[in-house]
T-cell receptor, first 112, second 112 residues
Framework: NAGVTQTPKFQVLKTGQSMTLQCAQD?????MYWYRQDPGMGLRLIYY???????DKGEVPNGYNVSRLNKREFSLRLESAAPSQTSVYFC???????????FGQGTRLTVV | GNSVTQMEGPVTLSEEAFLTINCTYT??????LFWYVQYPGEGLQLLLK?????DKGSNKGFEATYRKETTSFHLEKGSVQVSDSAVYFC???????????FGKGTTLSVSS
């Protein structure tokens, strides 16, 4: 019963490097999300995908790109990492509209 | 657009004390309301939810009532335990119903 799986759990990048955070869910959910969590800021939505083949910007999309590869997978890419992107990143998924979202364990990213 | 505001923390209590964490919302219509909990080093998990006005969500001794008159969804527990130490988030969906919006989180610390 995996739920939402994120990889990697920890990552350190140098400024300017790129990387992709992977997320997969096994609950046949239509909607998937990427959030970042920073102290005192709560969770802020980066991008979301309401269904396979669609993606939309959230509150803080600058510096990120996403791909909804298929119904199960939703990846987040940092093309040129900056120290301001140091954060904990969470992937989540939900089924029908207005229903609970399920979260992965998070990726702690540090950009030096 | 839809939004939530929750009380700033941290909240520090002794074991068996009464807990209230305030949450108020602004929304078009009556979206479902959620409380999520994040234990140290983990992702978010749903604590309870309410789907319509006057509904009471409950789980693990926690309760919250969806009050449209006061646009509130306050979290309460009659007797907290050390194991309740965590960060608590109030949340609701955006107006389109496509993404969860979170409050900034309230850190609860319970000592024995």
């Amino acid at each position: 019963n995996a739920g939402v799986t994120q990889t990697p759990k920890f990552q350190v990048l140098k400024t300017g490097q790129s990387m992709t955070l992977q997320c997969a869910q096994d609950m046949n959910h239509n909607s998937m999300y990427w959030y970042r969590q920073d102290p005192g800021m709560g969770l802020r939505l980066i991008y979301y995908s309401a269904s396979e083949g669609t993606t939309d910007k959230g509150e803080v999309p600058n510096g990120y790109n996403v791909s909804r590869l298929n119904k199960r997978e939703f990846s987040l890419r940092l093309e040129s990492a900056a120290p301001s992107q140091t954060s904990v990143y969470f992937c989540a998924s939900s089924g029908q509209l207005n229903t609970e979202a399920f979260f992965g364990q998070g990726t702690r990213l540090t950009v030096v | 657009g839809n939004s939530v505001t929750q009380m700033e923390g941290p909240v520090t209590l002794s074991e068996e004390a009464f807990l209230t964490i305030n949450c108020t919302y602004t929304a078009t219509g009556y979206p479902s309301l959620f409380w999520y909990v994040q234990y140290p080093g983990e992702g978010l998990q749903l604590l309870l939810k309410a789907t319509k006005a006057d509904d009471k969500g409950s789980n693990k001794g926690f309760e919250a009532t969806y009050r449209k008159e006061t646009t509130s969804f306050h979290l309460e527990k009659g007797s907290v335990q050390v194991s309740d130490s965590a960060v608590y988030f109030c949340a609701l969906y955006n107006q389109a119903g496509t993404a969860l919006i979170f409050g900034k989180g309230t850190t609860l610390s319970v000592s024995s």
